[in-house]
């Protein structure tokens, strides 16, 4: 069974762009969290979706968002970047939402100049 | 408050025993999670505790006490390959208001 896959692995971007992150979760798991990683804050939640809706929300601003498809992939979308925003970000599934365990995707790395 | 605390870094020797500890303070605990994570790798999961006690995997074995606010993830028979960033989150919440909360990790460092 494939793992969980991120596209792309790696983007620069520039402040006030805007970016959109693709996730598609393992075949069978319905609900997809995101999350960014930096060194000094570690991992902190975004969002998640299941079956297309956001379940449950983290404390980032409006300019992140996302959204899941009925085959389950999801995106998420950062406008107007800061240079705040550079991080790792990370994108997990798991079975319906029990969530007892989730399996992160390889994650995209994002800067922003 | 949330709250996770864990150390930053350890050190170990290769076939030594390493306790990493991780204390959290939440409202609505609702189970603990360690999680491994390789320099430029995504975290994969360890292990989950949701009762008290000890479950044991293999070499991994973790360790909750819900009145303390208390685990531990106990390695044993260190190998290099164990060096890495070991997670420590924890669900609280039921329902739709569920979340996972991360503490800062801890970086292994296992030398020969």
């Known amino acids: 069974k494939a793992g969980v896959t991120q596209t792309p692995r790696y983007l620069i971007k520039t402040r006030g762009q805007q970016v959109t992150l693709s996730c598609s979760p393992i075949?069978?798991?319905?609900?997809v969290s995101w999350y960014q990683q930096t060194p000094g804050q570690g991992l902190q939640f975004l969002f998640e979706?299941?079956?297309?809706?956001?379940?449950n929300k983290g404390n980032f601003p409006g300019r992140f968002s996302g959204r899941q498809f009925s085959n389950s992939r999801s995106e998420m979308n950062v406008s107007t970047l800061e240079l705040g925003d550079s991080a790792l970000y990370l994108c997990?599934?798991?079975?319906?939402?029990?969530?007892?365990?989730?399996?992160f995707g390889p994650g995209t790395r994002l800067t922003v100049t | 408050g949330q709250n996770i605390d864990q150390p930053t870094e350890m050190t170990a020797t290769e076939g030594a025993i390493v306790q990493i500890n991780c204390t959290y303070q939440?409202?609505?605990?609702?189970?603990l999670f360690w999680y491994q994570q390789h320099a430029g790798e995504a975290p994969t999961f360890l292990s989950y505790?949701?009762l008290d006690g000890l479950e044991e995997k293999g070499r991994f074995s973790s360790f909750l006490s819900r009145s303390k606010g208390y685990s531990y993830l106990l390695l044993k028979e260190l190998q290099m390959k164990d060096s890495a960033s070991y997670l420590c989150?924890?669900?609280?919440?039921?329902?739709?208001?569920?979340?996972?909360?991360w503490g800062l990790g801890t970086s292994l460092a296992v030398n020969p």
């Open positions: 989150a924890v669900r609280e919440g039921a329902g739709n208001n569920r979340k996972l909360i």
């Open positions: 939440t409202s609505g605990f609702n189970g």
């Open positions: 979706y299941f079956s297309e809706t956001q379940r």
């Open positions: 075949s069978g798991h319905r609900s």
């Open positions: 997990a599934s798991s079975l319906e939402a029990a969530r007892l365990e989730q399996y």
């Open positions: 505790n949701v």
